[in-house]
């Protein structure tokens, strides 16, 4: 790094689901940056920018931190999008000591003193906007999300204001980051008829909503979104289909005043003429005037000083004045926009003043004694709820894994019996080998069975050959696959079970399942098992392999008329 610059951090997903949305930011950030170069820079230095990508994987935005602080030595990091990038980077910041400036719009109930939370908190943003639509006698919701942190604290919040002022919530529903598919919503929203829909979709998923939403016959007349997270960059995708609905935000770019203007002409003449600016856009481009101002007053770009002095920092921006609050948010004001077939916003209520940033809820404006021990509970719903969405998403994984999982038991089941039917004269070995050709999961494998069995010329041969390839099968199952009769005798096991026991497939063809002293477990479903009349069974044993203690899933399939049974298991100790 030169000694003539000083670097600052762009973060943001260049690339991703969210990279439709972050992108401009990268673009209002830089031309801030390039503003304040051409004034002279930073106490005489110029800023030096170094852009990372977070792909829109919280774990590579926490790498990409690191790296922006550790090797790249920036004074202090402008990015994230979403509440689950933010998270993921706190605690580098923290432990670093630098600074994140972070411009969008946030669920509250969080505060750090290593983060400027730019954009709007909830009394800035959704609170205005749920007492707008109920002074519209829009009384009855219905709220829908994206699935993370974001969206379901807010939707705790609104349900909580709706009670409080008697509205009605009708339910709710979330669809994972990048989602697409809102056919069963469109049909609930159809069958609750709220209304209005409060969303809080994030990036392209509200594309396919709102085309669904329109397809399905809804409109803004009948049924309006109320979005806090559609902006005039992604109305440019959706055209028409969000004519005459609703958005919350603290600028919109048909704001008509001086500084706006002379914004949205310089980032055209910038960017192109067919680009446009939104809240997102006009915060980020704001908030490194409120670090340049910041360090100028301090007289340096060392954190701490640069912390104490924004306190208090007053920037006119597009959108008008904003002020840092100790709390390290910005008073800011709130517009209520109507969308119109130009992609704009109509700008249909306004706070007419700037609104306190409150993101304990207002918690922290009460002198009761207790007011701290409830803002300590309050960050503990909003980390509650971001845990449990993480387990929720690992479940989904598991889930998706142990259908996997029985799948592979089917494919094995079919294999077995049609090995069964090919030795006892009753199946064509080509037939088994189509049966390989279909299947996806067995890929190369099953390609060059289909070929090997095509050129046998005997019966013999072609027998040698299937059962050769079907063993090559089961043992690459990435699992342990055994055969029990129906008297509890091992009939086989793949490689992988064998081995881990240290012993052959040979050991224990023909031991009773209890001839493994730590198999009790195992030994007992398959008994359970074997004398109800279910065709299909799992269950989680525990199992002392090597002196560790091992958790498995197995799933168990009969066959051959219920005399046997064919069993799958998969160490899940790590998960």
């Not at 610059?5 to 943001?12: A, P």
């Not at 003043?353 to 002198?367: A, D, F, R, S």
């Not at 089941?413 to 009753?426: C, I, P």
């Amino acid at each position: 790094m030169s000694c003539n610059t000083i670097r600052v951090g762009i973060l943001q997903s260049l690339t991703g689901t969210m990279a439709l949305s972050e992108k401009p930011l990268v673009d209002a950030s830089l031309m801030a940056i390039a503003e304040i170069n051409e004034r002279g820079g930073v106490l005489g230095k110029l800023i030096d920018p170094v852009i990372e990508d977070g792909t829109s994987n919280p774990e590579v935005f926490r790498q990409k931190a690191e790296k922006l602080i550790l090797q790249d030595q920036v004074a202090t990091v402008f990015g994230c999008w979403t509440s689950l990038s933010r998270k993921a980077v706190l605690p580098v910041f923290e432990q670093h000591n630098n600074l994140l400036w972070y411009p969008v719009q946030y669920e509250g109930l969080e505060q750090s003193r290593n983060i400027f939370y730019t954009g709007s908190c909830p009394n800035q943003q959704v609170s205005p906007a749920v007492d707008w639509l109920l002074a519209q006698n829009r009384k009855r919701f219905y709220l829908l999300g994206s699935d993370y942190v974001f969206p379901r604290t807010v939707n705790k919040i609104v349900k909580g204001q709706l009670r409080h002022h008697h509205g009605v919530y009708l339910g709710e529903a979330y669809v994972e980051l990048g989602g697409t598919d809102f056919r069963a919503i469109v049909q609930d929203i159809q069958r609750a008829q709220p209304d209005v829909v409060f969303s809080t979709l994030n990036g392209d998923s509200n594309l396919a909503f709102y085309q669904q939403y329109q397809a399905a016959g809804l409109t803004a007349n009948t049924i309006p979104i109320m979005a806090v997270s559609v902006s005039e960059v992604i109305l440019q995708r959706l055209h028409d289909l969000a004519v005459g609905h609703f958005a919350s935000w603290s600028y919109f770019q048909s704001l008509e005043t001086g500084k706006n203007r002379e914004f949205v002409r310089a980032f055209q003449q910038r960017y192109g003429s067919d680009r446009v600016t939104s809240d997102p856009i006009e915060t980020a481009y704001s908030q490194v005037y409120l670090w340049y101002q910041a360090a100028s007053l301090a007289k340096s770009v060392e954190v701490d000083a640069v912390r104490h002095t924004a306190y208090g920092q007053a920037f006119e921006s597009p959108g008008g004045w904003v002020r840092v609050e100790p709390n390290h948010h910005l008073w800011k004001e709130c517009y209520i926009g109507r969308i119109l077939p130009t992609g704009q916003f109509e700008i249909v209520a306004s706070s007419n003043q700037l609104i306190k940033p409150l993101p304990w809820l207002g918690v922290e404006e009460e002198t009761f004694a207790t007011a701290s021990v409830v803002i300590d509970l309050l960050q503990a719903v909003s980390q509650g709820i971001q845990y449990s969405w993480e387990l929720e998403q690992q479940s989904n994984t598991l889930d998706r894994k142990n259908r996997k999982m029985a799948q592979y038991i089917e494919q094995v089941r079919k294999l077995t019996d049609a090995a069964a039917a090919v030795e006892q004269g009753q199946f064509d070995p080509l037939t088994l080998a189509e049966m390989f050709t279909r299947n996806d999961d067995l890929g190369q494998l099953a390609r060059v069975f289909t070929h090997m069995v095509q050129t046998v010329q005997t019966r013999e041969r072609e027998l040698a050959e299937a059962k050769e390839q079907l063993e090559a099968v089961l043992n690459a199952v990435p699992g342990s696959i055994c055969w029990i009769s129906s008297n509890g005798v091992y009939i086989g096991v793949n490689r992988h079970l064998a081995e881990s026991f240290n012993l052959t497939q040979a050991d224990f063809v023909g031991q009773n399942v209890e001839f493994l002293k730590n198999n009790h477990n195992l030994a007992n479903f398959f008994a359970q098992f074997v004398a109800s009349s279910d065709i299909s069974a799992e269950t989680v044993i525990e199992i002392d392999l090597a002196h560790e203690r091992r958790y498995y899933l197995v799933i168990a399939q009969k066959y051959q008329q219920g005399t046997a049974t064919v069993s799958v298991g998969i160490d899940i100790t790590d998960r």
